[in-house]
């Protein structure tokens, strides 16, 4: 059911759903703004970025005190990459 509103938009907004409308891209202004709030409703129900999480996570982890850290001083785990590596290139 459609219900009847009145909005305000700016000039710069109201233009550019005119020609919007113009080159027959909306049939109605009311279409474009219906538009952009079905884009924004989706944009609501999307996931989060999981990289954006992922970067939020190494932001906490890189605040923590320095005793809180891992050590990898005595890990090799760079060595056996290359090794890894070394490995399939000899192939």
């Known amino acids: 059911m459609n219900v009847k ?3 305000s938009l700016t000039e710069d907004q109201l233009r550019y759903a005119e020609r919007l409308v113009e080159e027959g891209i909306y049939p ?3 279409s474009v703004v219906e538009a952009g709030l079905a884009q ?3 944009a609501d129900e999307t996931p989060a970025d999981p990289l954006a999480g992922m970067a939020d996570e190494i932001r ?3 605040d923590l005190p320095a005793d809180q850290w891992i050590s990898m001083k005595d890990d090799d785990l760079f ?3 290359r090794a890894r590596i070394r ?4 192939k």
């Open 40 to 42: 924004l409703m989706l």
């Open 5 to 7: 509103t009145e909005i």
């Open 87 to 90: 490995a399939r290139s000899a």
């Open 79 to 81: 060595e056996r990459v």
């Open 28 to 30: 109605s202004i009311s």
């Open 60 to 62: 906490r982890r890189m």
